[in-house]
């Protein structure tokens, strides 16, 4: 700042006059207005408010004049100023916000376009069915337990009230195993089902309860054909206890379709025979499509369950006694009840699959839409 | 069992409007399984009626021979007027007496018949076939009728030709539903309506003057009834009504005695068969074969006898195999007429034989020759041992009534001892298997309703009748009171296991194994397990490889892959190979599942499993000795991808998958396991030579990963550069894993140090890696390979690395100097294990 000018000279302060101050202060605010960008406002800003500017010059007179005139022209020059930095910086949010629309506007993309780059994976349906049903009974408290492949016959058969000469036991289309010199096997097999894995578990229990889902996959000598394949995926259920009856098994799958289909659906059961069961049942299940509003209701027929109301399921019964001495379980004190049924005939109901070689060709069109869970 | 409704309702009065659904639905809730109700009949529209073939005009000039009949079809065309009807059979004459539908009726299909205009006559109708008019279709010929008909009589009536047929898939346990005696037992219970038995007969007394018969094996046989009946007509023909019934049941009339047989069998349940008196030479003997025998069955064929088979003879040797079918030598023989005297031979003189086989016996002589028939599918089921006698009666007196023969007086009954079998059980035992009250009221009313003799209190001592051999345990009992009373009333109850422990780690594992790989872009197929020969020549694997060590299936689906998988690379490639022809470009799979592995294991045990008792629990040691018997079975994971990882796109070039994808879904499985994979240099067959990799887990070697070897992909007619990985999962976790200590966060500042070093070209970077790991010493953050370069600028067979080292303390911010040293030490490392120079 320059020390007061003593020596004052009215021709000196010309500038200080108001009408002056007001005429600078007007060019400012026109040049602002006036700047299309902010490279023009940039080039009006130096013009109007830098060292060099009027305004600037002007202001620096005021220490010139005498005291009393000092303050009035202060007062009028630092409102000039105050008024052109405002528009300056109202000139300059306007023009910035207008900068950032035009730069944003140029960098706006066809956000629709694909990226299809990370191609998507899928777990194969029969899977995570297996896997939502063992949700179902593990939250129950029931353990998965699983087994081999390659079955020792007893497993298989003899455990299961099936001796060699049961009549049963032929109609299971087994596959026999020979070893790699071609020579024929001694009681060991393909398993027809999980069952031997419920043997498993009774004799590595030592004592019920014994709670247990086997989700597994089995063989039956059958060609592939639209309903049928030799390799398949069942689940089994065992559950070994005191005091287990018949209608603790109804409620147990009566449970599992309401979990699996939603509220109101329930199980019906029919007699029916197995050698490890008795006494033994078909399960059957409500259609959960037309909950059974089709059967005779030819105006509402129902694909699912061919307007029959029921959809067969599986086989279930109280453990046979016999299966529960052959495991060490005291037939007197223990019941249990099991069932078993086939996944990918829930699957093919539960999803409307037409044709069960679309189940097993692997072809990732088949998989890919039923992604990660079922 | 096809069971005639007609049938049934003479022995059970069912309500006149029952249809057979009504039927069907009542005896499914009984527990058998009703699988059709046929409706014989249901389109048929008369008028249908017997006619009297009157001329018969030849006609010629046709491509077939036809036939233009005058047909006397009495008043039935309402003019009494012979009818003209165009034929193309011919087995029939002038005189006999056939079938004719008339213009206006409807044959089963529907046919609507007309009079129409064909070989330049007017057919006013047809004459009819059996399968025309849906009887059976094992003739071709037209219907000839036994003389006695009028003609004008209605043939819908005669032929029985309305009916409704059950066909029943009959379980094992119930062998007596094998008869209509049996079903309508169930139906008489299910309507609660009483049931006349039609084994209820009068049977003379066994006496010493019937038929000889012997008995050397009575465990083998353990009842035999055998009635003779002399002067049968040759030439008698089976009633139709008989005839109707079998055909109805689904079996073939064939001749008299025979469907006489036949018939008993499928009324009673009780095989029974007919020799030929007098082509039987001294008495009938039951024993096993002997070593060596020969018999030719009825169906011609010759079968070498084993001795465990249980045998009809007679003097001559066997005449039988018991149970299951009779031997040719003794068949019933057909009416021949001698064209010179005009005399009629045939059999005259029967032996009816009504016996009790051993269950087991018959199955093992089935099963051994390969013979199943309706006699030996019920005594495999369960005979009732008492019906015997009054089958042969029945059979007796169908003979006389129908063949005009004569009963002789002898009666051969010899029964070896049967001791009555009762189960004891509370009487609230079948309350306790069902979770439901019945009381001891219901139990034994319908205990007795299945013809068991009931006594007792609290506890019942109750005798199955001889009918249900399948009753044998409480459980057995407690099903009959269950399913009569229904199971659609049983409650719904939950119970309450104890709390669960959850999945397993292993099973855990698996799920996020599939989804790490769904993830990362792998498609989930699950394969067969079977695998042939071709594709492990395929592989080039060498002829000692254990994965050509495999199980075989001694009846594989196709004779083409007759073994189990030792590896899942066969069946995933297939399914690679599957999708690509069907137009896919960009492939990613991956499977999960067992191996069948021969090696490792014990060639004393394998396949050798015992033959344990089931009448307790086996011992510690039985059960190792089963599975010492099965191979082993490995969970392995394994991934295959083709063509691109990432496509083409807007976005520039895909990039295609290779051999660092497969071996990075190992790393994907590795993570999901918690472990840390190293990979190390290997050449292993499927793979490329060079470009394959072995994946170690410490120093266990769990599995390989990398592009296949090219003669391998051509072999398969794989896309090239096709790129696979395998690994044992159990392997892979067998020293535990995933348990995670939390990491100490420090705060303090990153030092980061670039190094290139320059190696051999044949230096595997995991090594250099793990020496600048080693030397850089605690203060090392992570390390990251950001650049490989060959080239001239430092000569050939030379590579070099560069890496990024991030340094960092957790109680300090590192000092220039201490990240420089730990990157010289790192690099000092490097050098003295690898032979590295520092790029300058």
Same mark, same amino acid.
């Given at each position: 700042?320059?020390?007061?000018?003593?020596?004052?000279?009215?021709?000196?302060?010309?500038?200080?006059?108001?009408?002056?101050?007001?005429?600078?202060?007007?060019?400012?605010?026109?040049?602002?207005?006036?700047?299309?960008?902010?490279?023009?406002?940039?080039?009006?800003?130096?013009?109007?408010?830098?060292?060099?500017?009027?305004?600037?010059?002007?202001?620096?007179?005021?220490?010139?004049?005498?005291? @009393?005139?000092?303050?009035?022209?202060?007062?009028?020059?630092? @409102?000039?100023?105050?008024?052109?930095?405002?528009?300056?910086?109202?000139?300059?949010?306007?023009?910035?916000?207008?900068?950032?629309?035009?730069?944003?506007?140029?960098?706006?993309?066809? *956000?629709?376009?694909?990226?299809?780059?990370? +191609?998507?994976?899928?777990?194969?349906?029969?899977?995570?069915?297996?896997e939502?049903l063992g949700d179902i009974f593990t939250a129950m408290g029931y353990a998965v337990a699983e087994g081999?492949?390659?079955?020792?016959?007893?497993?298989?058969?003899?455990?299961?009230?099936?001796?060699?000469?049961?009549?049963?036991?032929?109609?299971?289309?087994?596959?026999?195993?020979?070893?790699? #010199?071609?020579?024929?096997?001694?009681?060991?097999?393909?398993?027809?089902?999980t069952?031997?894995v419920q043997?498993r578990s009774m004799l590595a229990a030592?004592?019920p309860p014994i709670y247990v889902i086997c989700p597994g996959?089995?063989?039956?000598?059958?060609?592939?054909?639209?309903?049928?394949?030799?390799?398949?995926?069942?689940i089994e259920l065992l559950a070994v206890d005191?005091?287990?009856?018949?209608?603790?098994?109804?409620?147990?799958?009566?449970?599992?379709?309401?979990?699996?289909?939603?509220?109101?659906?329930?199980?019906?059961?029919?007699?029916?025979?197995?050698?490890? #069961?008795?006494?033994?049942?078909?399960?059957?299940?409500?259609?959960?499509?037309?909950?059974?509003?089709?059967?005779?209701?030819?105006?509402?027929?129902?694909?699912?369950?061919?307007?029959?109301?029921?959809?067969?399921?599986?086989?279930?019964?109280?453990?046979?006694?016999?299966?529960?001495?052959?495991?060490?379980?005291?037939?007197?004190?223990?019941?249990?009840?099991a069932?078993?049924?086939?996944?990918?005939?829930?699957?093919?109901?539960?999803?409307?699959?037409?044709?069960?070689?679309?189940?097993?060709?692997?072809?990732?069109?088949? $998989?890919?839409?039923?992604?990660?869970?079922? | 069992?096809?069971?005639?409704?007609?049938?049934?309702?003479?022995?059970?009065?069912?309500?006149?409007?029952?249809?057979?659904?009504?039927?069907?639905?009542?005896?499914?809730?009984?527990?058998?399984?009703?699988?059709?109700?046929?409706?014989?009949?249901?389109?048929?529209?008369?008028?249908?009626?017997?006619?009297?073939?009157?001329?018969?005009?030849?006609?010629?000039?046709?491509?077939?021979?036809?036939?233009?009949? @005058?047909?006397?079809?009495?008043?039935?065309?309402?003019?009494?007027?012979?009818?003209?009807?165009?034929?193309?059979?011919?087995?029939?004459?002038?005189?006999?007496? *056939?079938?004719?539908?008339?213009?206006?009726?409807?044959?089963?299909?529907?046919?609507?018949?007309?009079?129409?205009?064909?070989?330049?006559?007017?057919?006013?109708?047809?004459?009819?076939?059996?399968?025309?008019?849906?009887?059976?279709?094992?003739?071709?010929?037209?219907?000839?009728?036994?003389?006695?008909?009028?003609?004008?009589?209605?043939?819908?009536?005669?032929?029985?030709?309305?009916?409704?047929?059950?066909?029943?898939?009959?379980?094992?346990?119930?062998?007596?539903?094998?008869?209509?005696?049996?079903?309508?037992?169930?139906?008489?219970?299910?309507?609660?309506?009483?049931?006349?038995?039609?084994?209820?007969?009068?049977?003379?007394?066994?006496?010493?003057?019937?038929?000889?018969?012997?008995?050397?094996?009575?465990?083998?046989?353990?009842?035999?009834?055998?009635?003779?009946?002399?002067?049968?007509?040759? #030439?008698?023909?089976?009633?139709?009504?008989?005839?109707?019934?079998?055909?109805?049941?689904?079996?073939?009339?064939?001749?008299? =005695?025979?469907?006489? #047989?036949?018939?008993?069998?499928?009324?009673?349940?009780?095989?029974?068969?007919?020799?030929?008196?007098?082509?039987?030479?001294?008495?009938?003997?039951?024993?096993?074969?002997?070593?060596?025998? /020969?018999?030719?069955?009825?169906?011609?064929?010759?079968?070498?006898?084993?001795?465990?088979?249980?045998?009809?003879?007679?003097?001559?040797? +066997?005449?039988?195999?018991?149970?299951?079918?009779?031997?040719?030598?003794?068949?019933?023989?057909?009416?021949?007429?001698? +064209?010179?005297?005009?005399?009629?031979?045939?059999?005259?003189?029967?032996?009816?034989?009504?016996?009790?086989?051993?269950?087991?016996?018959?199955?093992?002589?089935?099963?051994?020759?390969?013979?199943?028939?309706?006699?030996?599918?019920?005594?495999?089921?369960?005979?009732?041992?008492?019906?015997?006698?009054?089958?042969?009666?029945?059979?007796?007196?169908?003979?006389?009534? *129908? =063949?005009?023969?004569?009963?002789?007086?002898?009666?051969?009954?010899?029964?070896?001892?049967? +001791?009555?079998?009762?189960?004891?059980?509370?009487?609230?035992?079948?309350?306790?298997?069902?979770? @439901?009250?019945?009381?001891?009221? $219901?139990?034994?009313?319908?205990?007795?309703?299945?013809?068991?003799?009931?006594?007792?209190?609290?506890?019942?001592?109750?005798?199955?009748?001889?009918?249900?051999?399948?009753?044998?345990?409480?459980?057995?009992?407690?099903?009959?009171?269950?399913?009569?009373?229904?199971?659609?009333?049983?409650?719904?109850?939950?119970p309450?296991p104890p709390a669960g422990k959850g999945l397993t780690e292993a099973q855990r594992?698996?799920?996020?194994?599939?989804?790490?790989?769904?993830?990362?872009?792998?498609?989930?197929?699950?394969?067969?397990?079977?695998?042939?020969?071709?594709?492990?020549?395929?592989?080039?694997?060498?002829?000692?490889?254990?994965?050509?060590?495999?199980?075989?299936?001694?009846?594989?689906?196709?004779?083409?892959?007759?073994?189990?998988?030792?590896?899942?690379?066969?069946?995933?490639?297939?399914?690679?190979?599957?999708?690509?022809?069907?137009?896919?470009?960009?492939?990613?799979?991956?499977?999960?599942?067992?191996?069948?592995?021969?090696?490792?294991?014990?060639?004393?045990?394998?396949? /050798?499993?015992?033959?344990?008792?089931?009448?307790?629990?086996?011992?510690?040691?039985?059960?190792?000795?089963?599975?010492?018997?099965?191979?082993?079975?490995?969970?392995?994971?394994?991934?295959?991808?083709?063509?691109?990882?990432?496509?083409?796109?807007?976005?520039?070039?895909?990039?295609?998958?290779?051999?660092?994808?497969?071996?990075?879904?190992?790393?994907?499985?590795?993570?999901?396991?918690?472990?840390?994979?190293?990979?190390?240099?290997?050449?292993?067959?499927?793979?490329?030579?060079?470009?394959?990799?072995?994946?170690?887990?410490?120093?266990?070697?769990?599995?390989?990963?990398?592009?296949?070897?090219?003669?391998?992909? /051509?072999?398969?007619?794989?896309?090239?550069?096709?790129?696979?990985?395998?690994?044992?999962?159990?392997?892979?976790?067998?020293?535990?894993?995933?348990?995670?200590?939390?990491?100490?966060?420090?705060?303090?500042?990153?030092?980061?140090?670039?190094?290139?070093?320059?190696?051999?070209?044949?230096?595997?970077?995991?090594?250099?890696?793990?020496?600048?790991?080693?030397?850089?010493?605690?203060?090392?953050?992570?390390?990251?390979?950001?650049?490989?370069?060959?080239?001239?600028?430092?000569?050939?067979?030379?590579?070099?690395?560069?890496?990024?080292?991030?340094?960092?303390?957790?109680?300090?911010?590192? $000092?220039?100097?201490?990240?420089?040293?730990?990157?010289?030490?790192?690099?000092?490392?490097?050098?003295?294990?690898?032979?590295?120079?520092?790029?300058?």
């Amino acid at each position: 700042m320059s020390a007061p000018n003593k020596s004052y000279d009215p021709v000196e302060v010309e500038a200080l006059k108001p009408e002056e101050i007001e005429r600078l202060r007007d060019e400012a605010l026109a040049a602002f207005e006036a700047a299309a960008d902010l490279a023009a406002l940039q080039e009006a800003k130096v013009a109007h408010t830098g060292d060099r500017s009027p305004l600037s010059l002007a202001n620096r007179e005021i220490g010139a004049l005498p005291p @009393q005139a000092k303050k009035e022209a202060g007062q009028r020059v630092g @409102q000039a100023r105050g008024a052109v930095n405002k528009a300056l910086a109202e000139r300059r949010a306007v023009l910035e916000a207008e900068r950032d629309a035009r730069v944003l506007t140029e960098e706006a993309v066809d *956000v629709t376009l694909p990226f299809d780059r990370a +191609p998507r994976g899928a777990r194969h349906p029969l899977t995570t069915l297996s896997e939502r049903l063992g949700d179902i009974f593990t939250a129950m408290g029931y353990a998965v337990a699983e087994g081999p492949e390659v079955e020792a016959e007893w497993l298989n058969f003899d455990a299961l009230n099936m001796g060699p000469d049961h009549p049963a036991r032929s109609t299971q289309d087994t596959f026999f195993l020979k070893d790699a #010199t071609g020579h024929s096997t001694d009681g060991v097999v393909l398993r027809t089902h999980t069952s031997g894995v419920q043997i498993r578990s009774m004799l590595a229990a030592s004592e019920p309860p014994i709670y247990v889902i086997c989700p597994g996959r089995v063989f039956r000598s059958d060609e592939l054909d639209a309903t049928h394949t030799p390799v398949f995926s069942q689940i089994e259920l065992l559950a070994v206890d005191e005091g287990l009856t018949m209608a603790d098994l109804k409620g147990t799958l009566d449970h599992m379709v309401v979990s699996l289909f939603g509220e109101g659906m329930k199980t019906r059961l029919r007699p029916n025979y197995f050698p490890f #069961t008795e006494p033994s049942a078909e399960m059957d299940m409500v259609c959960f499509n037309c909950r059974g509003e089709s059967v005779g209701n030819p105006d509402r027929p129902c694909r699912t369950c061919s307007s029959e109301g029921w959809i067969e399921l599986g086989g279930c019964g109280m453990v046979n006694p016999r299966v529960l001495i052959a495991c060490g379980i005291d037939p007197n004190r223990y019941s249990g009840f099991a069932f078993g049924f086939g996944i990918e005939r829930l699957l093919m109901f539960r999803h409307n699959v037409e044709d069960m070689r679309d189940i097993v060709e692997g072809d990732v069109r088949f $998989t890919l839409p039923f992604g990660m869970e079922i | 069992m096809r069971v005639p409704l007609s049938w049934l309702r003479e022995y059970v009065d069912l309500p006149a409007g029952e249809s057979g659904r009504d039927l069907a639905d009542k005896l499914v809730r009984a527990g058998l399984e009703v699988e059709t109700v046929e409706q014989l009949g249901g389109d048929l529209k008369g008028p249908l009626v017997v006619g009297k073939v009157l001329a018969i005009e030849e006609l010629t000039g046709f491509k077939k021979p036809i036939r233009y009949c @005058q047909v006397d079809v009495g008043d039935a065309n309402g003019t009494g007027e012979p009818q003209n009807i165009v034929c193309g059979a011919r087995n029939f004459a002038v005189g006999d007496k *056939v079938v004719v539908v008339l213009p206006g009726a409807v044959l089963p299909g529907p046919f609507p018949i007309s009079a129409r205009q064909t070989y330049g006559h007017t057919s006013e109708g047809m004459i009819c076939s059996a399968r025309e008019l849906g009887m059976g279709d094992e003739h071709d010929g037209i219907i000839v009728l036994p003389a006695e008909f009028t003609p004008g009589t209605d043939a819908i009536e005669l032929l029985e030709l309305v009916d409704e047929v059950l066909d029943i898939a009959v379980t094992a346990d119930r062998g007596y539903c094998l008869s209509v005696r049996g079903v309508a037992r169930e139906a008489a219970i299910a309507y609660d309506l009483p049931l006349s038995d039609p084994a209820l007969l009068d049977v003379p007394p066994a006496n010493s003057y019937g038929p000889l018969v012997k008995v050397e094996d009575p465990a083998g046989c353990d009842r035999f009834v055998a009635r003779g009946v002399v002067g049968i007509e040759p #030439t008698a023909l089976s009633p139709l009504w008989l005839q109707r019934r079998i055909q109805k049941a689904g079996m073939r009339p064939i001749s008299l =005695a025979v469907d006489i #047989t036949n018939y008993v069998m499928l009324e009673l349940g009780q095989p029974l068969h007919a020799y030929d008196r007098s082509r039987i030479d001294g008495a009938i003997t039951v024993r096993r074969a002997r070593a060596g025998e /020969k018999l030719r069955t009825l169906d011609g064929v010759e079968r070498t006898l084993d001795v465990e088979d249980l045998l009809i003879c007679d003097n001559s040797g +066997p005449i039988g195999l018991a149970g299951v079918m009779g031997g040719a030598g003794t068949e019933i023989a057909t009416a021949v007429e001698d +064209p010179e005297t005009g005399r009629v031979s045939g059999t005259t003189e029967v032996v009816v034989e009504a016996a009790h086989f051993d269950p087991v016996a018959i199955a093992r002589s089935v099963r051994r020759h390969k013979l199943p028939s309706e006699a030996a599918k019920r005594f495999e089921r369960g005979v009732d041992p008492e019906a015997g006698k009054a089958a042969a009666q029945r059979a007796v007196d169908l003979l006389v009534l *129908v =063949a005009g023969g004569t009963a002789e007086a002898g009666v051969t009954d010899i029964a070896a001892p049967h +001791p009555v079998h009762s189960i004891t059980i509370a009487a609230d035992h079948p309350d306790r298997v069902a979770g @439901q009250e019945y009381g001891r009221e $219901t139990v034994v009313r319908r205990l007795q309703e299945v013809g068991c003799t009931v006594v007792g209190g609290d506890v019942l001592v109750v005798t199955p009748p001889s009918w249900r051999p399948d009753l044998t345990d409480p459980n057995d009992l407690a099903e009959e009171v269950i399913r009569l009373e229904g199971y659609a009333e049983l409650p719904s109850t939950l119970p309450t296991p104890p709390a669960g422990k959850g999945l397993t780690e292993a099973q855990r594992l698996r799920r996020r194994t599939g989804l790490a790989l769904a993830g990362a872009g792998y498609v989930e197929v699950l394969n067969y397990p079977f695998i042939g020969e071709t594709v492990l020549d395929a592989f080039g694997l060498d002829a000692d490889d254990p994965r050509r060590e495999t199980v075989k299936l001694a009846n594989p689906i196709s004779d083409e892959e007759p073994s189990l998988r030792t590896t899942l690379l066969p069946g995933l490639l297939a399914a690679l190979r599957r999708n690509v022809g069907r137009g896919a470009t960009d492939v990613a799979l991956f499977e999960q599942g067992l191996a069948f592995r021969v090696d490792g294991t014990d060639p004393g045990t394998l396949f /050798k499993a015992p033959r344990l008792p089931v009448d307790r629990r086996p011992t510690d040691e039985e059960i190792a000795q089963l599975d010492a018997a099965l191979p082993r079975q490995p969970r392995r994971v394994a991934t295959v991808l083709a063509g691109n990882r990432e496509p083409d796109g807007w976005w520039g070039k895909g990039r295609a998958a290779t051999w660092a994808d497969a071996v990075e879904s190992a790393r994907t499985v590795a993570a999901a396991a918690g472990v840390e994979l190293t990979v190390r240099q290997d050449q292993h067959a499927p793979w490329h030579p060079g470009r394959c990799a072995a994946l170690y887990v410490g120093e266990t070697l769990v599995g390989h990963a990398g592009e296949l070897h090219p003669r391998t992909v /051509k072999a398969l007619h794989l896309p090239e550069r096709t790129c696979a990985m395998e690994l044992d999962v159990e392997l892979l976790t067998a020293d535990g894993s995933g348990h995670v200590e939390g990491p100490r966060i420090s705060g303090f500042p990153v030092a980061t140090q670039d190094v290139a070093l320059v190696v051999d070209a044949a230096v595997p970077a995991a090594e250099v890696e793990s020496a600048l790991r080693a030397g850089a010493g605690p203060l090392l953050e992570s390390l990251r390979l950001f650049d490989v370069y060959t080239g001239e600028q430092i000569g050939a067979d030379k590579k070099s690395l560069a890496y990024a080292l991030r340094f960092r303390a957790p109680d300090r911010t590192l $000092t220039a100097d201490e990240a420089s040293g730990a990157r010289e030490a790192a690099i000092a490392e490097a050098v003295a294990r690898t032979g590295a120079s520092l790029r300058g």
